[in-house]
């Protein structure tokens, strides 16, 4: 490989105070641009690990390394202070959940703003962005509204948007269908997939959706914690 991985965990570990064992001894690392659903049982550690990815929650043993803005090299998310995490959470990693967790005093538009304004970027720049963005994924006309007035549908699309607002190298997904009926959820599908070709994304997604398996670039299967195997859907191979 030329250039280093985009995101790359290393023998991570993660044992909590009660001595439950979340995960053991897991590596992996994710290419520039690829799609990664990751599967497994309830328990297997998928959630667990997405926050690690995602610098969200620190590691017992193990690193997460994430490509520099650079390109040239890598930085060790858990090795920089709390408040460089957190700007590298903001600028390179986006994030989508089960659950909305939009800000409900807020419209549609400023939701989205809310990375850009943080990271420092001016308003008007800002508001463009956000703008567009809202109209990839088809909200332009409610872009006023707040959460409460917004579908389900609706908001997990915000969040999208939020998500992708400050071009991030890594998108990290948990159950992003999850609380949505199926016609919805496809149509959620669609947008990630094609937003994240779009945006030349890294995309790596925990999800029990068998439709999200099929159009991957690869699958992860986790149990007790470990990664059991991992499936090329491309090449249809197993290792």
């Known amino acids: 490989m030329n250039e280093p991985a985009v995101l790359e965990g290393r023998n991570l570990w993660k044992e909590y105070s009660s001595g439950v064992v979340a995960l053991s001894e897991v590596s992996l690392q994710f290419v520039e641009g690829e799609i990664v659903v990751i599967v497994g049982p309830s328990g297997a550690g998928k959630s667990t690990l997405l926050h690690l990815l995602g610098g969200l929650d620190r590691p017992t043993r193990g690193e997460v390394l994430l490509r520099t803005e650079s390109g040239k090299g890598q930085i060790s998310l858990y090795e920089v202070s709390e408040s460089q995490r957190a700007k590298i959470r903001n600028r390179q990693i986006g994030f989508v959940f089960q659950f909305y967790h939009l800000l409900p005093e807020f419209s549609a538009l400023e939701n989205v703003?809310?990375?850009?304004?943080?990271?420092?970027?001016?308003?008007?720049?800002?508001?463009?962005?956000?703008?567009?963005?809202?109209?990839?994924?088809?909200?332009?006309?409610?872009?006023?509204?707040?959460?409460?007035?917004?579908?389900g549908g609706e908001q997990q699309r915000v969040v999208l948007a939020r998500a992708l607002v400050n071009g991030p190298k890594v998108l990290l997904c948990d159950e992003p269908t999850g609380n949505l009926d199926s016609k919805t959820g496809s149509c959620v599908k669609?947008?990630?997939?094609?937003?994240?070709?779009?945006?030349?994304?890294?995309?790596?997604?925990?999800?029990?959706?068998?439709?999200?398996?099929e159009r991957a670039d690869r699958v992860i299967h986790m149990r007790d914690g470990k990664i059991e195997a991992t499936h090329s859907v491309m090449k249809g191979s197993t290792r």
């Open 113 to 151: 703003l809310c990375p850009l304004l943080i990271s420092g970027a001016p308003m008007k720049k800002a508001k463009s962005r956000a703008e567009d963005l809202l109209r990839k994924v088809g909200l332009s006309g409610r872009q006023d509204h707040k959460p409460a007035h917004l579908s």
């Open 190 to 213: 669609d947008l990630l997939w094609d937003l994240a070709r779009k945006e030349k994304q890294t995309v790596v997604i925990v999800s029990h959706d068998a439709e999200m398996t």
